[in-house]
């Protein structure tokens, strides 16, 4: 089944079920004391997919426009679809399902979640080929917006070795093992997805505009993984000592990164600051 027509009615009926099973806290709100609605508000899910309530409205009476694929995705993520439900909304909106590695870069629902909990927190969910997916401000703050790149520079593994730019956070000591580590990673994800992978695809496109990856793919490495300490060197505040935790989503191949530093250390007081100002000072890539 591939799905070519707008189902109004079935798509309405869909909107309508999915906002009433969410729940405040399944998207990171409070449930105040005088709440009444059955689930989530319209302007709370509108918020969320960033959209009009009224059209979110129209939609759930069956007599709102066609959904871009666009805006399909951004209610999806709102809705904090699984995979097949995902699936499911883009036929009830007309729309052919994409090739699996754009299905793939749909937010985990598990990993947006735990993410919703976390909005005064460095962290970020990344694709299986280092694609960025969402950031919370903090990290904005601390790593700079990685969300906006298109092509092959989605990727953190093809920026690291294509943008000299990409290296300039990370304390110069750790650029080859960074650099060893992506690579091993890369190896793994294009192994696991076989040829005519996205995996692969940038693989290829690397070894054409990288020297260095093709230097570093030769060795064979596989396996390679960061200690927990990572080394940050901010424009702003100096160098800041994280660690990173990861969850992952086996089934989506996407990692939730989460970056805390020990209390009552610099780099500790470094990440506060970073918290308390937000992006507006610290924007800049």
């Not at 027509?5 to 399944?26: K, V």
């Not at 660690?243 to 506060?272: N, R, V, W």
Request: aromatic residues 6%.
């Amino acid at each position: 089944m591939v799905g070519t027509t707008l189902d109004r009615d079935g798509l309405a009926a869909f909107l309508r079920g999915r906002r009433q099973a969410l729940q405040p806290e399944d998207v990171g709100l409070r449930r105040g004391p005088r709440r009444r609605t059955s689930g989530l508000r319209r302007e709370e899910v509108a918020e969320l997919c960033d959209m009009s309530a009224d059209y979110l409205a129209r939609l759930e009476r069956g007599s709102g426009s066609q959904p871009s694929q666009q805006m399909a995705a951004a209610i999806a993520r709102g809705l904090r679809l699984t995979p097949s439900e995902r699936d499911h909304l883009f036929l009830l909106c007309g729309h052919r399902l994409q090739p699996r590695h754009l299905r793939d870069a749909h937010l985990s629902p598990g990993l947006q979640r735990v993410m919703d909990r976390l909005q005064d927190t460095p962290a970020q969910i990344v694709g299986a080929i280092g694609e960025t997916l969402q950031q919370t401000p903090p990290a904005v703050a601390l790593l700079g917006d990685e969300t906006h790149h298109t092509g092959p520079a989605r990727s953190a593994f093809y920026r690291w070795f294509t943008d000299p730019t990409a290296r300039d956070r990370y304390l110069s000591d750790d650029h080859h093992l960074h650099g060893r580590v992506y690579v091993s990673f890369l190896r793994a994800n294009a192994t696991a997805q076989g040829p005519g992978s996205p995996a692969a695809a940038l693989v290829a496109v690397l070894h054409r505009d990288s020297a260095e990856f093709t230097e570093l793919w030769n060795r064979q490495e596989v396996g390679l993984r960061w200690s927990g300490a990572k080394r940050y060197v901010h424009p702003e505040v100096g160098r800041i000592d994280l660690y990173c935790q990861i969850l992952l989503d086996p089934d989506q191949g996407q990692s939730l990164l989460i970056f805390t530093a020990t209390p009552g250390t610099e780099s500790h007081e470094k990440l506060a600051l970073l918290t308390v100002l937000g992006t507006d000072r610290f924007i800049g890539s």
